[in-house]
């Protein structure tokens, strides 16, 4: 089942529809609802290999579905710790659960000022509202 | 119903093949001989019969009903020209056979070539490539060799396509080696020319246009658009997969255009088989010529009819031989019967798809409200918007009346896109049934719904799960199943 | 003027629906187009004809050809005089798959989609792949679809091909090979086969390897030599294969390639001067998304029941456009059909007496043009397959016109592609020739070439 509508106000977001939650010197990226949303039920995840660098502003996945194709977005700067192999495996999960089972890599971060420039949770609904 | 591998029983077949007798076969090597054979159907011959006339039954063709599947150009597929490519003289001639066995053949091609120039405006032709894609590709591929040969490869790197473009548009760009430059459409359907002149540079190697375009509008500011380009010192390629629009009444070469390629499979009713076979073939101006690929079909002083190797500036081969000679002589065998009369058939193309549009109009929203050319793109957002009915429900409950879909979701700038093109081909009653069909739907949609989300409900099939098939991709057979009923 | 064959509208029609849309004449409805780039002339064609004149000018262009019913043909050289049934026929000239367009909606289509499933499974079997497409243009065209995936696969920017592949499969493959950032390097041949450690010193570096296998001499490639030297390069092992052959000559998908390929004709079309046929794409797993073109998935419509749709369509133009694995969208479906057919018609028992008698008439091809004519063969230790290169003592093109002027066309001139072959012939033999016709071919040879 796709999830209902939400933008949670502890992460911090991209225009391009991608969210970022930091933990530390880390932080895991994923797709946000509107996205998935905008997609239709996900059958695809073209991840980015662990240990690669990502690098922020530039595409370091494909996310699919069955009639649309996106280049998913990085927010930050980066070097890939770990993908997740469970939407992978099932790529709905990310429409099931955009923020939480549907994160898609956790990153080490190379350069921590970076998260300053993403956009909170309320500059993020305004994107929306203007699209 | 069964898969004819699931019909199979070994030991059963359909073919005999004659032995030679008593003559000995070499030796295969060991490495190389075939170890365990494939897998095919083992079927006596009324079987096989029997099971591809069941899945006949289980498909719509142009022949079944009408087709009006947007940009594709769905027109009736005479049955002369199928008796026609059976003649031994086409039908068994070997590619390779010495020119003056093969007159007839080179004679057809020169003819077809020299009509595709006139009803283009354009001095020479090429029938090399397979289809309209390839056709694209191979204008591409034309045009860099042009300015490489003007010095200017280097330089002109871009190719501009409007945002209403076939996708095939794109993926011959970057097949071909250069870079997209993408452009808005404006609020009449047309290029946005001035988003376009701040676009077009001296890095500009070429526009692609679709014209009419994808929405079915032909592009009222088409001569400034020339000016543009040419202005530029860059060149035009047609896309001529709607060409059904305008044969007889305007041609590419009229509107500027330095590179065409026409669908044979559409605007000069090549069946389309399911998916092909096509014919791209590319006509050009002059300047083009040189690079053309090989070998060109011409007429000798003399009168003969020969293949001309000797094209030193020429991009080479984009298929093999002179291009599907079949398909040549079934668009042949059309645009004889048709003659100077193929305006009629667009004029009737064209009035087709405005009366039709002109009785759906109120049912469904229309985002350029505009006399079309050959087809028109409706949208289904009103019906998503006030019950929840998409383009797809739309496209399924249609099936149930016994029509064949249009193209649904294209082109990507018109939400909920429904995209109609009834052609010349069809009877007032049938497009009058149709249109029915559609103002019934609308209102099946206000009305009860769900008779559209749960369609279609009398084909072969109920509506079948994408998501699954893309998921967990099943592609051939697996044998070791067991077989269904 | 008489109403056309194939239009409908009567007068009245006409003005009705002209007063439904609003306008007064047909003429307005083309008011958008500028008065300058109007033709304002009639097209300047020949008068439109009846079917029957049709009939009569086809007639006569068909019978100023000369086909394989009124010459006896030993041509060959990648399309081939194989004996095509008539339950072929039948099929193809079903409207419900002829004139159907690309099986866009499913529900509509399923007798199209099945048949593709149908036909991908058989080339697969055939090849020993994992996945094949509904098709290509042609031998030709297929391979320069592979040098495309083998460039996105690898991010090198060399192919590598044999100079005993097929010389058209070759220039198309040059044709392309700039647009993709790829330069083709040739490797040569050695008495009739390539040389493995040839292949292997230019491998390196390279996103593909392509050779064929039987070549373009009919010569038996060491297919699974050459493979490995490709793989061993972390290149692309591609084979280029004859259908036909498949029952008697081992699966590329059983000596390591990662994608087979070849021209489709020899199996279920007629040779129609070069067209239309259907190419035929396999590959490994692996290479799924890579694959051009349509590819038919299974799966089940609401009720449970099975169907099959277009899948994987994000690889394809219409969705991922300028990222597309290929531009292509029209295929050659309905000539696949016919390969699915004929392959169902020959079943596997057929396929392998079929490669059985090609071996064994081409064995006595061989033998008889060396006892009866004096001629001799270009590469005598090699083993053949359908084809095999013989000397014809003077200039093979003029060999072939004086053997054409007694009936006989003996095959194709190798010196129109190779250096230093002016007086080879490459003699076709498929199981349509008898010992007779063949004997017939060496007297001929023996009388015009010395």
Known sequence: ?131 | MKLIYERSQAGRRASVIPRPAGLPAPEIPDDLRRAEPPRLPEVPEFELVRHFTELSTRNFGVDTGFYPLGSCTMKYNPRINERLVTLPGFAHLHPHQEEDGAQGALELEWRLQEILKEVTGLDAVSLQPAAGSQGELTGLMLIRAYFADRREGEQRRKVVIPDTAHGTNPASVTMAGYELTDVKTDARGNIDVDDLRAKVDEHTAALMLTNPSTLGLFDENIEEIERIFHGAGALMYYDGANLNAVCGISRPGDMGFDVVHINLHKTFSQPHGGGGPGGGPIAVRKILEPFLPAPAVVRKKDGAFALDHDRPKSIGKVRGFTGPFGVFVRSYAYMRMYGPRLREMSEAAVLNANYVLARLKGAYDLPFDRLCMHEFVLSARNLKRDHGATATDVAKRLMDYGFHPPTIYFPLIVPEALMIEPTETETKETLDAFCDAMLAIAREAADDVEILKSAPHHRPVRRLDEVRAAKNPVVKHAFETAPVA | MTQHPFLALTEADREEMLRTIGVASVDELFGDLPAGVRLGRELDLEPALSEHELSAHMADLAARNVDVTRELSFLGAGIYDHYVPAVVDTVLQRGEFLTAYTPYQPEMSQGVLQSIFEYQTAICELTGMDVSNASGYDGETVAADACYIAKHATGKAKVVITEATNPQVRQVVKTYAPGFGLEVVEVPHRDGTTDVDALAAASTGAAAVIFQQPNFFGCLEPAPDLAAAANEADALSIAHVDPLSLGVLEAPGRYGCAIALGEGQAAGNLMAYGGPHYGFLAARQEFIRRMPGRIVGETVDTEGARGYVLTLQTREQHIRREKATSNITTNQTLLALGGLVYLTWLGPQGLRELGEACLALGEYAKRRLQERAGLELVFPDRTTFKEFAVRAGRNAREVIRDARALGVHPGYALGRDYEGMDDVLLVAVTEKRTPEEIDRLADVLAEVAR
């Open chain 1, 1 to 131: 089942m796709a999830a209902v509508e939400s933008y949670p106000d502890d992460l911090r977001y991209h225009e391009a529809h991608d969210w970022a939650r930091i933990e530390g010197g880390e932080a895991v990226l994923g797709i946000t609802w509107f996205a998935a949303d905008s997609l239709g039920e996900l059958v695809h995840f073209e991840p980015p290999a662990a240990g690669s660098t990502v690098t922020k502003d530039e595409p370091y996945g494909e996310v699919e579905s069955v009639k649309a194709v996106s280049d998913v977005i990085a927010p930050l700067t980066g070097e890939v710790l770990e993908v997740n192999q469970k939407v992978v495996d099932a790529p709905e999960t990310v429409n099931e659960d955009p923020y939480g089972e549907g994160w898609l890599v956790r990153i080490r971060m190379a350069d921590a000022t970076e998260v300053d420039a993403l956009l909170d949770v309320a500059a993020y609904q305004s994107v929306l509202a203007s699209q």
